[in-house]
């Protein structure tokens, strides 16, 4: 079993439309909680950053961390077709000679259709 | 170029053939990573330097991947007797600091035949 668990989709949404993407986890240490996104034959892109439990909002994305249930997620508002991409989640545990070793989810492919 | 640059962008080895790829991290950045990311699978660990110093290779998958970056800065990440299994996108990220955010390169594209 994966440390971290994420639905690969593919994920087809009409523009406008609300996008909710989640990953679980299972190691109770991670406490720095990631959403990259990554377009084709690009490399991933920081969308959000959230440290422990809690909500965070950057404009039309809200990313959401549930450590109780080891859960995260992603929100996308008002969709618009340039949204289109794979979405991964990554977390750390923030510690020791790996601060900042990321452990990836297999992300979720979205395409937001005019 | 303010981002990560990684060269060569494709490159397409024969099974047993040595490579090399190449990362220029963001000036001033401490730390550097090197990840692998199989085709429709998310990047996966391989290893991390902190300047000149690699503070961890738990990563890398067997004896036949080495990692280096003796100045501190460009890194090379090479491959001895490339197998068929190597085939994956090879991505260098680098920041500020170890927890800082990791900003990424294009990746390199290895194809092994």
């Known amino acids: 079993q994966k440390e971290v668990e994420q639905d690969p989709g593919p994920l087809s949404v009409p523009e406008g439309a609300i996008v909710s993407l989640n990953c679980t986890y299972s190691?109770?240490?991670?406490?720095?909680f990631m959403w990259y996104r990554q377009y084709s034959r690009k490399g991933p892109e920081l969308l959000m950053y959230t440290y422990s439990s809690g909500n965070k909002e950057d404009g039309r994305f809200t990313a959401q961390v549930d450590k109780s249930s080891k859960y995260i997620s992603l929100f996308i508002r008002d969709s618009q077709p340039s949204d289109s991409a794979t979405y991964l989640c990554?977390?750390?545990?923030?510690?020791?000679?790996?601060?900042?070793?990321?452990?990836f989810g297999r992300g979720t492919q979205l395409t937001v259709w005019p | 170029g303010a981002g990560v640059s990684q060269s060569p962008r494709y490159k397409v080895a024969k099974r047993g053939q040595d490579v090399a790829l190449r990362c220029d991290p963001i000036s001033g950045h401490v730390s550097l990573f090197w990840y692998q990311q199989a085709l429709g699978q998310g990047p996966e660990f391989l290893t991390y330097?902190?300047?000149?110093?690699?503070?961890?290779k738990s990563g890398l998958p067997s004896d036949r991947f080495f990692a280096e970056r003796p100045e501190g800065s460009v890194s090379t990440l090479k491959i001895q007797r490339t197998q068929q299994e190597d085939s994956a996108v090879y991505l260098c990220?680098?920041?500020?600091?170890?927890?800082?955010?990791?900003?990424f390169g294009p990746g390199t594209r290895l194809t092994v035949l």
């Open positions: 190691n109770s240490a991670f406490q720095y």
């Open positions: 330097f902190q300047n000149e110093a690699q503070l961890d």
């Open positions: 990220a680098s920041s500020l600091g170890g927890a800082d955010e990791q900003f």
């Open positions: 990554a977390m750390s545990d923030g510690r020791g000679s790996t601060l900042g070793r990321l452990y």
